[in-house]
C-alpha cells in the first residue's frame, strides 16, 4: 500500500536559518502530493502541493519538488521565523480515477524556531 | 468563512459510554473524512463519504460508526468508547477526486478513562 516516511522531529533552529525537512514516499500509481501545516491547538491546513514529476510547490517562502526518480518531497525555506514553529506532515493522495481524495500522511515533523 | 466546525472540542468518557461527535462543512464539499490523530503515527483515515447518504471504511474503522444524511454533515459515533479511542479526531472536506485539496476543522479531543 501506500506510505509516507518523514524525518523524525522534533527539528530546532534559531530564525533566519535554513530548514530542509526529508519527505519519502510509496505508492502504487501516480500520486500527488502534499505538505500540511499544524500550528498549535489547530487543524491541519495546506502548505502547499505538486501533482506531476518536477512541480515545484510553493506558498509563504517554503518549497517542495516532486521528484519521481527519488520518491522525495523534501520541504525547504530559506530562512525561517519564530512563526513557522508548528507540525508538518508531508502527505500524499493516490490518483486513481474515481476514487475520493484520500490522503497518506507521514507521522509529522515538529519544527521550533528560537530567537 | 466557517469552513469546517467540529463540535464538541473536548470530552471525557467512561469506558463504554457512547457519544457522537460532529462534523459540519458550509463550502458545499461532496466528500468529508473522519481521521484520528496519535502521537508518532500521523493522521488515519477512520471513514469517510463521497456524498449525501454514503459512507465507507477507511484504515482503521474498526469502533467507529458514521452517518451522512445531509450534505453539510458528517457524524461520527463511537457506541462503546474504549480506552485505546483516546486520540484527537479531525473532519476534513473536499471537493472531491484525488488531488484535491482537503480542509481540516480544528479538532476534537477524546478522552476515554
Known amino acids: 500500500g501506500d506510505s509516507v516516511t518523514q524525518m523524525e522531529g522534533p527539528v530546532t533552529l534559531s530564525e533566519e536559518a535554513f530548514l530542509t525537512i526529508n519527505c519519502t514516499y510509496t505508492?502504487?500509481?501516480?500520486?500527488?502530493l502534499f505538505w500540511y501545516v499544524q500550528y498549535p491547538g489547530e487543524g491541519l491546513q495546506l502548505l502547499l502541493k505538486?501533482?506531476?514529476?518536477?512541480d515545484k510547490g510553493s506558498n509563504k517562502g517554503f518549497e517542495a519538488t516532486y521528484r519521481k526518480e527519488t520518491t522525495s518531497f523534501h520541504l525547504e525555506k530559506g530562512s525561517v521565523q519564530v512563526s513557522d514553529s508548528a507540525v508538518y506532515f508531508c502527505a500524499l493522495s493516490d490518483r486513481n480515477t474515481g476514487t475520493a481524495s484520500k490522503l497518506t500522511f507521514g507521522t509529522g515533523t515538529r519544527l521550533q524556531v528560537t530567537l | 468563512n466557517a469552513g469546517v466546525t467540529q463540535t464538541p472540542k473536548f470530552r471525557v468518557l467512561k469506558t463504554g459510554q457512547s457519544m457522537t461527535l460532529l462534523c459540519a462543512q458550509d463550502?458545499?464539499?461532496?466528500?468529508m473524512y473522519w481521521y484520528r490523530q496519535d502521537p508518532g503515527m500521523g493522521l488515519r483515515l477512520i471513514h469517510y463519504?463521497?456524498?449525501?447518504?454514503?459512507?465507507a471504511k477507511g484504515e482503521v474503522p474498526d469502533g467507529y460508526n458514521v452517518s451522512r444524511l445531509k450534505k453539510q454533515n458528517f457524524l461520527l459515533g463511537l457506541e462503546s468508547a474504549a480506552p485505546s479511542q483516546t486520540s484527537v479526531y479531525f473532519c476534513a472536506s473536499s471537493y472531491g477526486l484525488s488531488g484535491n485539496i482537503q480542509y481540516f476543522g480544528a479538532g476534537t479531543r477524546l478522552s476515554v478513562l
Open positions: 463519504s463521497v456524498g449525501e447518504g454514503t459512507t
Open positions: 463550502m458545499n464539499h461532496e466528500y
Open positions: 505538486a501533482t506531476k514529476a518536477d
Open positions: 505508492a502504487t500509481g501516480y500520486p500527488s
